[in-house]
């Protein structure tokens, strides 16, 4: 038997989906009760929800505070990545050639596949595939120049990919912190919801300004999901975001998978950057990371023949 709408808590429905909106109702709360607490029926109502908020705003800022720290290392490590393919590793596969013809068994042994592995796979196997060719180009002396640039480069991403792996825990631990606090402080709003239909329940409406209620009813669509035939492209979703907004992006089947925006729905990737993500693997994102700010479309398309599936979430 399907509950009844009135015992469902729309204020845990929208706070279990968007931190933001989970304080932004609970600041809206908050205020309108600070505003009425020379009110004798107000006035404890005030004092035992702002001690819940004020844990919650706390709670929240810590978490914004890592993973705006977070956001910037996986910034560097996005940026870097783009900047290595095809930029650096054409520049490097030129200078290679210059000594040994593409084909030629000492250019097969410093790039067995090709540029493949810089291009596609999870991170760490990208930046690993750096490290490799570090020591590919070990035994030719004439490459020595390429080789330092090359070790330099991967000096650098090692640098911000270790960076940011610190910083994944702590916002993990904060992330959970948030969730507790905002299951507190829906509950809290929603009994304070009964409370007040009692208290004007011969005049209803005069409870409305205590609610953030335009939030609570019109919260957009946060989690997207899809099955993806093989090597099947389509949009997932088309919205403007701010640039610190963040995505979390997750293959939930058993393909790898790409993610890019663009301004326009029919517009390929071009110049603009790509994720792609491991089949079972899922990753938070700064909108950001996606290029242009005027992109809002973004884009998933498998790429292997077999049967996809993802989930795009906005935080």
Do not use: C
């Amino acid at each position: 038997m399907k509950t009844w709408s009135y015992f469902v808590n729309p204020f845990l429905v929208v706070g279990s989906k968007s931190f933001k909106k989970a304080v932004k109702i609970s600041i809206w709360h908050d205020s309108a009760l600070e505003a009425a607490q020379g009110d004798p029926f107000f006035g404890p109502m005030y004092t035992a929800y702002h001690n819940i908020h004020l844990d919650l705003l706390k709670a929240y800022n810590k978490w914004k505070t890592s993973g705006g720290t977070h956001k910037g290392a996986t910034l560097t490590v996005e940026q870097l990545l783009v900047l290595l393919s095809p930029g650096k590793i054409n520049a490097w596969d030129s200078q290679v050639q210059i000594q040994f013809a593409k084909g030629s068994p000492n250019y097969i042994s410093i790039f067995p596949q090709g540029h493949k592995p810089f291009q596609h796979g999870e991170r760490d196997e990208r930046i690993n595939a750096v490290e490799q060719l570090v020591l590919a180009l070990d035994p030719f002396a004439p490459l020595s120049a390429t080789k330092a640039d090359v070790d330099a480069f991967y000096t650098q991403i090692n640098t911000a990919r270790t960076a940011q792996l610190g910083k994944e825990s702590d916002t993990g631990h904060f992330s959970d912190d948030v969730r507790l606090n905002i299951l507190g402080a829906m509950r809290a709003m929603y009994g304070n919801l009964g409370l007040i239909m009692d208290h004007f329940k011969t005049h209803p409406v005069q409870g409305e300004p205590y609610f953030d209620l335009e939030t609570v009813r019109n919260h957009q669509q946060v989690i997207f999901t899809g099955t993806l035939e093989a090597n099947e492209h389509e949009v997932v979703f088309e919205h403007l975001l701010a640039e610190d907004d963040e995505i979390l992006l997750e293959s939930k089947g058993n393909t790898n998978i790409r993610f890019y925006m663009t301004e326009f729905a029919t517009d390929g990737p071009g110049t603009n950057p790509v994720i792609d993500m491991a089949a079972q693997h899922k990753e938070k994102v700064l909108r950001s990371v996606f290029g242009n700010p005027a992109n809002r479309f973004l884009h998933v398309v498998n790429l292997e023949a077999a049967e996809g599936k993802y989930k795009v979430q906005l935080l």
